[in-house]
């Protein structure tokens, strides 16, 4: 298998083709927040959490780290002024929280202590993230397709699909993964299509 050369906070590093920034970076000790990651599954870029600043000749932009493939060449930054700016307005939009949980974690890591963005209507504190880990484990792990979304915007939410909560309830292969350890509480049942 082919290699690549790239620096990481100023780290040189070479990673086998294929692998994304996030691995590269963890494969040196570096955290980068994540909510949707899972070794287990496919890559997803849900959260944006793993946002990065990269470098390519003049080029500099932000990509999300757990779906951008390393590069020769590439020189990544993972706590730049602009990065730390979004992880803490992505932090804000999950806001609020239940006391405890990795949302709540990520808040205190990056110094939020409330939303701006905390509407009237949103007073329940929730550790959802809708990250989708529950959602893609079911599909591709498990394969039985038992939980989906419902809802768009700031009314999705998790469900269990119509003839599958019997299959859900007994299986819980799904529970110890999701970054909340509510996914009974926060699941609900898809409502029955006319």
Known sequence: MNTVTLKINGTEVTAN???????AARSLGIDIP????YDELEPAGVCRLCMVEITQGKK???????VYP???GL???????GVNKIRKMLIELLLPVAPSGPINALAKRYGVEKSRFQSDERKEPTNCSLCGLCVRYCEQVVGEHAVGFIGRGVDRKVALLPGKGDECAFCRKCYSICNSGRFVEMA????DQP
């Open 17 to 23: 083709e294929g692998t994304t920034v996030l691995e």
């Open 34 to 37: 994540t909510l949707c990651a």
């Open 60 to 66: 500099t932009r932000l990509v999300t780290s757990c």
């Open 70 to 72: 390393v590069e020769n």
């Open 75 to 81: 020189e990544v930054q993972t706590e730049t002024d």
């Open 188 to 191: 609900e049942v898809f409502p």
